[in-house]
T-cell receptor, first 114, second 113 residues
Framework: GAGVSQSPSNKVTEKGKDVELRCDPI?????LYWYRQSLGQGLEFLIY????????KSGLPSDRFSAERTGGSVSTLTIQRTQQEDSAVYLC????????????FGNGTRLTVT | DQQVKQNSPSLSVQEGRISILNCDYT??????FLWYKKYPAEGPTFLIS?????DKNEDGRFTVFLNKSAKHLSLHIVPSQPGDSAVYFC????????????FGTGTRLTVIP
């Protein structure tokens, strides 16, 4: 089916390296979200895109985190100089519209920083 | 500050019985509430939602109840089935031009055959 696709599914990286996580939303969905889930925690909001713009970046934990979305479709979340506390499952979601529309999640990227 | 709270980290129920999962929230501006179900190694899957203009929404075996005065919602699953065993997340949002969902920490439901 044409669900939200994330890659890679797993990523192990050394502390201090940069990583890029990719999200392919459902075709036609205008809104795209990044969340992360650390061990034993709920889902933590990171950033939200409407089209290619990001009206809400309030959840990005530090300036090492950035995200972009091109062509109103694919999004990349970049973490620079990774730290061990960045280890988590990073989940991408998309929704049809901006308002009161359920989010559809991908299976996530499990990031481990050693 | 956790605006959506699920105070029970786990729940065990016998197959065929009712499962009741609870959720509390603190932000009175929330006007849209959802339940998601998550299996291991998969992303959360949308289950059911409710708008603040309603107090009940039903979809098959799943019913969500909203008590705005108590800032409380619950998910009822009747009858519970072993395949319902998963982590259930409550989420809420409000209409300010964003669709950012605030999630609870989840409740792990185990349905015992």
């Amino acid at each position: 089916g044409a669900g939200v696709s994330q890659s890679p599914s797993n990523k192990v990286t050394e502390k201090g390296k940069d990583v890029e996580l990719r999200c392919d939303p459902i075709s036609g969905h205008t809104a795209l979200y990044w969340y992360r889930q650390s061990l034993g925690q709920g889902l933590e909001f990171l950033i939200y895109f409407q089209g290619n713009s990001a009206p809400d970046k309030s959840g990005l934990p530090s300036d090492r985190f950035s995200a972009e979305r091109t062509g109103g479709s694919v999004s990349t979340l970049t973490i620079q100089r990774t730290q061990q506390e960045d280890s988590a499952v990073y989940l991408c979601a998309s929704s049809l519209t901006q308002y009161n529309s359920p989010l559809h999640f991908g299976n996530g990227t499990r990031l481990t920083v050693t | 500050d956790q605006q959506v709270k699920q105070n029970s980290p786990s729940l065990s129920v016998q197959e065929g019985r009712i499962s009741i999962l609870n959720c509390d929230y603190t932000n009175s501006m929330f006007d849209y509430f959802l339940w998601y179900k998550k299996y291991p190694a998969e992303g959360p899957t949308f289950l059911i939602s409710i708008s603040s203009i309603k107090d009940k929404n039903e979809d098959g075996r799943f019913t969500v109840f909203l008590n705005k005065s108590a800032k409380h919602l619950s998910l009822h699953i009747v009858p519970s089935q072993p395949g319902d065993s998963a982590v259930y997340f409550c989420a809420a949002s409000y209409l300010t031009g964003a669709n950012n969902l605030f999630f609870g920490t989840g409740t792990r439901l185990t349905v015992i055959p």
